[in-house]
């Protein structure tokens, strides 16, 4: 198909050089600007895709209430996400985006993708939770039988149930824990004038989240939590990147990685019997890109034995952290080639070119992703810069992971119709959307994100075909087996045809 698009284009060229097409003297040819404008929409995410009669008539109904939304003078992707919140809520395609099946999250993270303020309502409110208040107006929580050992830099720990007994009333505090453990604020501008601020409060509120999921009844219930949350935003499977900490239990005693492991492969099975259509969830195995190449050896063997030892769950690798500030893919190539040089199979999903600093190290990682063999790229927001690196995701059908919100909260771009990815999906490059961090951004599931792409990228050009095509994609670059997409996509048919169905 391409190279009969770029025919095409030498031809008329040819054409209008020979000055059978008459350019100069005024007007192109409608016909071959018509045939160009169909070459144009073929190439784009959902370009090839067919629907049937009865997606056609949603999509015109679709395309209607876009073009009404995009005129208005709060156009939400050109808003910060905090402030376009309640017109998102407030938008039509919106709540059709909600009960959209929209199939995998395939970039998501372990303790950001449940409500905050169901982590403050109901896991802050359980027995036995401490607080502390540290020396930069942050906090800390611990469960404990008895009064913990002081934290440095943290007052001493208080029992939250006796704190908000002394209080008349316990919303003010609760707010200011929710306020700690999201980016959430009415002037986003002000309060993260520069990315390295920003990241510095994102840090924050992972380990605000910390001491609280990380003990081992919370922890299970906030994975059940998650999946809940995702199913009932029409998500069928998930693949999420977890630290698998060690977790704590009451009196201190500590569980390992293969526990939490364990721990996510019970619950899911209790999950999955509850809720029959949920297809499932994998893990992606991840450290801190913090680590030096000692510790990254080490944290590769752990994931090997993880992958060999739990293969039904366990999907791969990847590093966490901020890029720009951490160390390069090229720093760990040793680790990275130990599978490969010992014959064993460890995938990776790498998060690489989520910086707009071009021409860093850190720059590099889309390339030597691929290098690595990655089955997908995290963010890549950084691919339109390497056209040689963007090829060859092409060619070797390495998806790249698209997280909208993620990218603007964090200062990568603001007005998301300028996002890279909209070039991308005019090229129809293999891509996913996904949440990233969901709970950390005030966003929940999968839907804030797919609205801001379906607004934001290609604008009125994409249409339900993208949307089918987009849900289509994150099944099919999912880890899954060939087997296991075939059935994915069985059960994805029969919601999508309902969908169809019961939105016209
Ligand atoms: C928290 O959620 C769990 C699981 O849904 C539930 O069993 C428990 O009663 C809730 N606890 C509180 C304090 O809300
Ligand atoms: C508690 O305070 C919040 C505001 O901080 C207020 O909206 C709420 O009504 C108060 N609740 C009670 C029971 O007084
Ligand atoms: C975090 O919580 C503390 C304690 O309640 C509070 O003083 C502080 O203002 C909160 N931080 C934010 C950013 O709201
Ligand atoms: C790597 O990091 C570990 C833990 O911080 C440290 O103990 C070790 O000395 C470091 N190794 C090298 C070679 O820097
Ligand atoms: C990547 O895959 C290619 C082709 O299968 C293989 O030759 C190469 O060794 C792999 N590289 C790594 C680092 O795994
Ligand atoms: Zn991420």
């Not at 109904?61 to 998102?88: D, G, N, R, S, W």
């Not at 409060?201 to 809940?228: C, H, I, M, N, S």
């Not at 063997?301 to 739990?310: G, S, T, V, Y």
């Not at 990682?365 to 997908?376: H, P």
Request: glycine share 4%.
């Amino acid at each position: 198909m391409r190279s009969l698009v770029r025919n095409s284009v030498v031809v008329f060229m040819l054409l209008v050089v020979l000055g059978w097409i008459p350019l100069c003297s005024g007007r192109p040819d409608p016909s071959q600007r018509e045939s160009l404008m169909r070459e144009e929409a073929f190439r784009r995410t959902g370009g090839g895709v067919l629907l049937t009669q009865e997606e056609l008539d949603l999509n015109t109904k679709v395309q209607k209430l876009k073009a009404q939304e995009m005129v208005l003078p709060e156009f939400p992707p050109t808003m910060h996400f905090f402030k376009a919140t309640p017109f998102i809520q407030r938008s039509p395609i919106f709540s059709l985006l909600k009960r959209m099946p929209k199939g995998a999250a395939l970039h998501v993270h372990d303790f950001s993708m449940v409500d905050m303020e169901w982590v403050v309502k109901n896991v802050t409110y359980r027995e036995n939770c401490y607080v502390c208040f540290t020396d930069d107006q942050s906090v800390r929580f611990l469960f404990s039988f008895g009064q913990p050992k002081p934290l440095p830099h943290c007052s001493s720990w208080s029992l939250l149930k006796t704190l908000r007994s002394k209080i008349a009333n316990s919303t003010a505090l609760d707010n200011s824990f929710i306020r700690n453990l999201t980016l959430v604020t009415k002037d986003p501008d002000s309060a993260y004038p520069n990315q390295d601020i920003v990241w510095k409060k994102f840090e924050q509120a992972f380990l605000v989240v910390y001491g609280l999921v990380t003990y081992a009844p919370v922890f299970k219930d906030y994975f059940y939590e998650a999946l809940r949350e995702f199913y009932t935003d029409n998500v069928m499977y998930i693949e999420m990147r977890a630290l698998l900490p060690e977790t704590y239990e009451l009196d201190g005693r500590r569980n390992d990685r293969a526990w939490s492991l364990q721990a996510c492969q019970d619950v899911l099975r209790q999950f999955m019997r509850e809720h029959a259509d949920f297809f499932g969830a994998r893990i992606i195995f991840t450290v801190h890109r913090g680590i030096n190449d000692t510790e990254a050896i080490k944290a590769v063997e752990e994931a090997m034995k993880l992958h060999r030892e739990f293969p039904e769950i366990m999907a791969g690798f990847d590093f966490v952290g901020r890029e720009d500030a951490g160390r390069p893919l090229w720093y760990f190539r040793e680790a990275l080639s130990l599978p490969e040089e010992r014959g064993v199979t460890l995938p990776y999903f790498f998060h690489a070119g989520e910086t707009n600093y071009e021409g860093t190290e850190v720059d590099q990682n889309v390339l030597d992703a691929l290098l690595f063999n990655t089955t997908r790229i995290g963010h890549g927001f950084a691919m339109v810069h390497h056209p040689l690196a963007k090829e060859l995701s092409r060619k070797m059908n390495v998806a790249v992971e698209v997280c909208p919100i993620s990218n603007q909260v964090l200062k990568l771009v603001s007005d998301l119709r300028n996002h890279p990815a909209a070039v991308l999906m005019s090229e129809g490059h293999p891509l996913v959307i996904s949440s990233d961090d969901p709970a950390i951004f005030g966003a929940s599931g999968l839907s804030y994100d797919f609205y801001e792409a379906f607004m934001a990228f290609g604008g009125m050009n994409s249409h339900l075909g993208t949307l089918k095509e987009l849900s289509m994609n994150s099944i099919r670059y999912s880890s899954l087996s060939p087997e296991m997409k075939e059935k994915a996509f069985a059960i994805w048919q029969k919601k999508w045809d309902k969908f169809v169905s019961e939105s016209l």
